[in-house]
């Protein structure tokens, strides 16, 4: 069924409607919570709270924006909220973070295995010292794959901001990496 006449159907009381919009965007709002909180059961309560709040404010929706432009703004403050709350980042259970990471990926050998997780545990640990701001923009660019113009909405910023952001946000990144990496992509 067609996405807005899910929402307009959800608007009128459609309980139905709504569990076919939750079960299209649960794994990508679950998966948007885990990013930045690295804690299981801490993204599926986001997750839950997230949909929560959609179907409570579902009925002011006017569609000005697309369904999950609208969505993935609700999650984004939620999460910030939660951090906020927290008053941490990315605090990464680096066994979990790996484990989960490498759960997706066939590997060849212990030693490739034993580099994809230095290189991971690496990666979590830059990020974590990132502000906010670049945790959410590298999240949504690159771990959700959402436009600049789908960033651009859900953050409220322009296009320019979100493209200069991602690029600081990257550059910092190679900056916290390249001090613990040789040529070969290890420690030295």
């Known amino acids: 069924m067609e996405e807005e006449k899910l929402v ?11 569990g076919a919009l939750v079960k299209k965007y649960k794994r990508k709002v679950f998966h948007l919570a885990y990013s930045l909180v690295r804690n299981q059961e801490t993204a599926d309560d986001l ?21 999950s432009t609208w969505l993935y703004r609700i999650a984004v403050n939620q999460i910030k909220d939660h951090l906020r709350k927290e008053k941490k980042f990315l605090q990464v259970p680096f066994e ?15 030693e490739d295995k034993r580099a994809l997780e230095k290189q991971s545990e690496l990666l979590h640990k830059a990020i974590q010292l990132l ?12 771990i959700q794959g959402l436009s600049y113009e789908e960033i651009s909405r859900i953050l409220n910023i322009s296009q320019g901001t979100v493209d ?7 550059k910092l990144l190679r ?5 613990f990496l040789n040529n070969k992509g290890e420690r030295p």
């Open 47 to 67: 997750a839950q709270e997230v949909f929560i709040k959609v179907f409570f404010a579902l009925p002011g929706f006017k569609f000005q924006s697309r369904f």
């Open 131 to 142: 502000s906010p701001k670049y945790q959410i923009i590298l999240s949504l660019r690159d």
């Open 96 to 110: 979990e973070s790996t484990a989960h990471s490498l759960h997706d990926t066939q590997i060849q050998g212990r």
């Open 164 to 170: 200069s952001r991602l690029h600081r946000a990257r």
């Open 175 to 179: 900056k916290k990496i390249k001090p």
């Open 8 to 18: 307009q159907q959800s608007q009128q009381g459609d309980e139905e409607a709504f």
